[in-house]
């Protein structure tokens, strides 16, 4: 993986002459729910940096924002995991050739095994870096951008798991529930300076993330549903959002379960 | 799993490639001992859409543009891409489908896989009419980019999904001046005045559907209303707003859609539409895409779902069948709540198992109430194949092969393009 950028596609005239509705850098643009977000911004006529591994998916999800009325779409190839020590590097470098940045949206992440995470300590390590160790790098680079300028706002994907730890996947939910409190301290740090900082809390998603779950119900949220709550908690609403709403109330319901009924269950 | 119809439920082996590059993985696992087939939106209502306990390639998260030309108006767009998006990037750069079928929750996979046609086919003919490009890939060998003039194209246009995976298609827009129509509502009492009024209606107006209540036989028999519509010429370029603004969340007991709920519900529609007099504008998606504004309709059927029946009877022949077939459907009391009928053009269908031909289409629902709906929609094709009309293969989930091959003669040719590792639960049934 290199960590150079995309070509331009837009054509030069256009890009100097049309503003961009926002500037917007994706990490992890390749998700559906990125993908969601990611088509809203270019309906609104957003200029966009997609990042994610895979270059020629990239250049595909590019060329259909720029169909869908993106004024600019940028990609780079690159591993965030590995990368995040360069986080700073790298974001300075995209607000640049966007001429700034308005919305930074972590999106990445790795569900895993937590059977296999039990006793494979690289799973284990994946689980957690991916969706914590390394995301902070970003969330605190971009923190710094924002508190700098003044205006903006980080987005970062947490999850209804990082609410209580259960069984069944407390490796994910501990990573998920620590990048929440992190970003909720961006927030907290942001206060009065105009930008802002929100952890989203999707609660079950149908995406290929999930594609080993059994589907279907009233729980279950569409990826296009969750790509609308990240659009939407880039301009408004508190450091803690659950989408959909419901589930602000059903996790208050299990974090308070006594752990002598909780413990009879296998969630 | 259950197609649009939900009479035929099964179990399928459901993969959901959401990029391009994963296809071939998937293709190379397909062989004629384990064969797959691609599906859209599955709004298709019978049974080709349907591979029971076998694979299934869900397209729909494949729905990328891969290019669009807001100058001439031609847009390369992976399969899985619905029209409904699609609209939402045509329509503010001034352009439209080239025709659409009554929902937009249709792929551009499955609009030339079922090669759809739309209120406007008289003046536009069929969608595969307007593809200039698509991408094959086969099962049997690598991937092809074809387009008109080429057998295998032809095949693929209306072939059902059987000649191939379609990863892309490319299709021309056609220019709107706005987003509305002008449209204008006709009552007609009897279905003969229908045929007087649609044969003068189609030289004026681009776009012509009539409605007609089958509930009521005697001296009402055939009552109905004629809409037609053109482009308004003046108005801005507003798209559709996506998301339903209603939903259906249950399955409706079964009762709900009974002989006289049905009937009732006819009758008010033709007083409300009668009542209407004059001219109207509207924008496109209550003309268009009536029942698009509440999603999951199909539940209002039940849990046992229902039939659609669509035939095309020929010019020769349409004026005495339509009226026997709504005769029958009045004498049986199992009489749907929307039953359309349609004329369509002379143009030269595209593809070999296109279901447009000139002449006139009768669309309509039942209730699925076991055996006395089968042994009615037999008694239905009796007079279709009396009339030498035909069955839509989208539509159908039980027609015998005999009925399917008269149908469609040039189906032996169809054969040979049909690819090895493809199949469907109407293919196996038809081709027999």
Known sequence: MDGSLGAIAMQPDLKNTIKPSNRVVILGALSAMATAAARIYAAEGAALVLVARNEARLAALAADLRARGAVEVETAALDLEAEAPQARLHLADWAKRLGSVDHIHLVYGYLGDQAKASIDPTELTRITVSNFASAVHWCEAAANILRAQRHGALVAVSSVAGDRGRQSNYAYGAAKGGIALFVQGIAHSLAGTGARAVAVKPGFVDTPMTDGLKKGGPMWASADQLGRALRRAADAGGPIQYAPGKWRMVMAIIRSVPAFVFHKTKL | ?432
């Open chain 2, 1 to 432: 799993m259950a197609s649009w119809g939900r009479v035929i439920r099964a179990n399928h082996f459901v993969a959901r490639p959401r990029f391009g590059d994963e296809l071939d993985g998937f293709l190379n696992g397909l062989s004629a001992d384990r064969p797959g087939l691609a599906v859209g939106l599955r709004r298709s209502y019978g049974d080709t859409n349907l591979n029971p306990d076998g694979r299934i390639i869900d397209m729909t998260s494949l729905d990328r543009v891969i290019a669009f030309d807001r100058e001439t108006g031609v847009m390369r767009a992976e399969a899985g891409l619905s029209l409904s998006q699609a609209l939402q990037i045509l329509v503010p750069a001034g352009w439209f489908l080239p025709t659409t079928p009554g929902t937009r929750f249709v792929t551009l996979g499955g609009a030339v896989a079922n090669d759809v046609h739309g209120k406007n086919h008289h003046a536009a003919g069929t969608f595969g009419a307007s593809v200039r490009r698509l991408k094959l890939l086969r099962t049997d060998g690598g991937a092809q980019e074809i387009g008109p003039g080429n057998a295998l194209f032809h095949a693929t246009v209306g072939g059902l999904g059987l000649t191939g995976v379609i990863a892309w298609v490319e299709f021309q827009a056609v220019r709107v001046p706005s987003s509305s129509l002008d449209a204008e509502d006709t009552a007609f009492a009897r279905v003969e005045d229908y045929f007087d009024i649609a044969a003068e209606r189609k030289h004026s107006f681009e776009h012509t559907m009539a409605w007609v209540d089958c509930s009521v036989g005697g001296a009402k028999l055939g009552r109905g209303i004629l809409s037609a519509a053109n482009w308004y010429a003046y108005g801005d370029v507003a798209p559709h707003r996506e998301l339903p603004s209603k939903t259906v969340p249950l399955d409706a007991p079964g009762f709900t859609l009974n002989t006289m709920t049905v009937r009732a519900f006819n009758s008010v529609r033709h007083e409300l539409k009668s009542m209407r007099s004059g001219p109207y504008r509207s924008h496109y998606e209550p003309f268009l895409y009536p029942l698009d504004g509440i999603a999951n309709w199909n539940r209002l059927y039940g849990p046992k779902g229902f039939y659609q029946y669509q035939c095309v009877l020929p010019p020769a022949t349409a004026r005495d069948g339509v009226a026997e077939l709504l005769k029958a459907i009045a004498t049986s009391g199992q009489g749907s709540p929307l039953a359309v009928l349609k004329d369509f053009g002379p143009r030269e269908a595209v593809g070999m198992l296109s279901f447009p031909m000139e002449g006139t289409t009768l669309a309509l629902d039942f209730r699925n109430r076991g055996e006395s709906t089968l042994r009615l929609m037999a008694d239905l094709d009796r007079i279709v194949a009396a009339a030498s009309g035909r069955l839509y293969p989208a539509k159908d989930g039980r027609i015998p092969p005999e009925m399917f091959q008269a149908g469609f003669p040039k189906w032996q040719d169809f054969r040979a393009y049909v690819d090895p590792g493809l199949s469907s639960a109407f293919w196996r049934r038809v081709s027999g």
